[in-house]
C-alpha cells in the first residue's frame, strides 16, 4: 500500500479551534501541509492561527450552513489552488434521556454532525477527486455502541458510518481516500459544551470510561492512519474493546454500559 505525503497538501480541518482540532492543525503543521482551519469560534480560531505556520487560512462560521461550506471550499481553493484533504472533525452532543428530550436539540446535533459533515464532503468532493485526495470524519465508539442519554448524538454517529462507507464504494476506485475515526473519550471540551434535552448546557455530569486520551495522541494517530489509507481507525484501547465486544457480545455491552453510564441520569 503507498503513503500519502502530507507535504505541501492543502488540507481543511474544521472544528479547529480547540482540542482534538487544534491537535490536529499542529500534527498536519510539522508535516509542512498548508492549512485552512475552520471553526465557529471566530476569536479562538483567531488565537489559534498565530501559532500556526504563516499563510495558514482561518475560515470562521458554522457548518451547519449549506452557503458556508460552499464558500468554506471554494475559499480554500482560491487560496492554496487545490484540496488534498478533508478532515470533519467539527461537533456537538448532547446528554439527556429521549423522554426528557426537545426533539429540537436531536435535530441541531444531526445537523452539524451529519448534515454539516454531509454538506462539506459534497463541497470538497470534485477537488478531492481532482487530486486524489483523502476525507476523513471524526465519528465515535457511539458511532457502532448504543450509548444511553445520548440517543440524538449516537444517531448522528451511526449515520456518519452509513455515509462514508458506502461513499468509499463510490470513490475508492477514483483513488480517494475515506477514513472513519472512533475514539472513545478524548480530553476536549466537547463534554462541556453538550446540549442538555432543552437546549441549554448539560446538567449532568459526564462519566467517562477508560479514562480520556490526549488530542495530540489521536491526532497522531489520525494522521498515521489517513496517510496508510486504513477506512477504520479505532484510537484507543477503549475504542477497541467497545468494538469487539459489542460484535460478539451485544447484550453484555448494553447491560455494562448501562451500569457505568446510568449513574448520570439515574
Not at 465519528?139 to 468509499?168: E, I, M, N
Not at 462519566?207 to 489521536?218: H, L, R, V, Y
Not at 477503549?238 to 468494538?243: D, F, L, Y
Request: contains cysteine.
Amino acid at each position: 500500500m503507498t503513503q500519502r505525503d502530507f507535504f505541501g497538501k492543502v488540507i481543511l480541518i474544521t472544528g479547529a479551534a480547540g482540542g482534538l482540532g487544534a491537535a490536529l492543525c499542529r500534527r498536519f503543521a510539522a508535516a509542512e501541509s498548508r492549512i485552512a482551519a475552520m471553526d465557529l469560534d471566530a476569536d479562538r480560531l483567531s488565537a489559534l492561527v498565530k501559532d500556526l505556520p504563516a499563510g495558514t487560512l482561518a475560515i470562521a462560521g458554522n457548518i451547519a450552513d449549506p452557503a458556508l461550506c460552499q464558500a468554506a471550499v471554494a475559499r480554500t481553493v482560491a487560496h492554496f489552488g487545490a484540496l488534498d484533504g478533508l478532515i470533519n472533525n467539527a461537533g456537538i452532543s448532547h446528554r439527556s434521556l429521549f423522554h426528557d428530550t426537545d426533539p429540537g436539540v436531536i435535530r441541531r446535533v444531526m445537523e452539524v454532525n451529519f448534515f454539516g459533515t454531509m454538506q462539506l464532503t459534497h463541497a470538497a468532493l470534485p477537488h478531492l477527486l481532482a487530486t486524489r485526495g483523502v476525507v476523513a470524519a471524526i465519528s465515535s465508539v457511539a458511532g457502532y455502541a448504543p450509548l444511553l442519554g445520548r440517543t440524538g448524538y449516537a444517531a448522528s454517529k451511526h449515520a456518519l458510518h452509513g455515509f462514508f462507507d458506502s461513499l468509499r464504494t463510490e470513490v475508492e476506485d477514483r483513488g480517494v481516500g475515506v477514513t472513519l475515526v472512533c475514539p472513545s473519550f478524548i480530553a476536549t471540551g466537547i463534554g462541556g459544551a453538550a446540549l442538555g434535552g432543552q437546549g441549554a448546557s448539560a446538567t449532568s455530569a459526564r462519566i467517562t470510561a477508560g479514562g480520556e486520551s490526549s488530542p495530540d495522541d489521536i491526532a497522531q494517530r489520525i494522521f498515521e492512519a489517513m496517510a496508510q489509507g486504513q477506512p477504520l481507525l479505532l484510537p484507543d484501547t477503549t475504542s477497541r474493546m467497545a468494538w469487539w465486544v459489542r460484535k460478539f457480545a451485544p447484550s453484555f455491552y448494553a447491560r455494562t454500559m448501562k451500569r457505568r453510564v446510568g449513574a448520570e441520569f439515574f
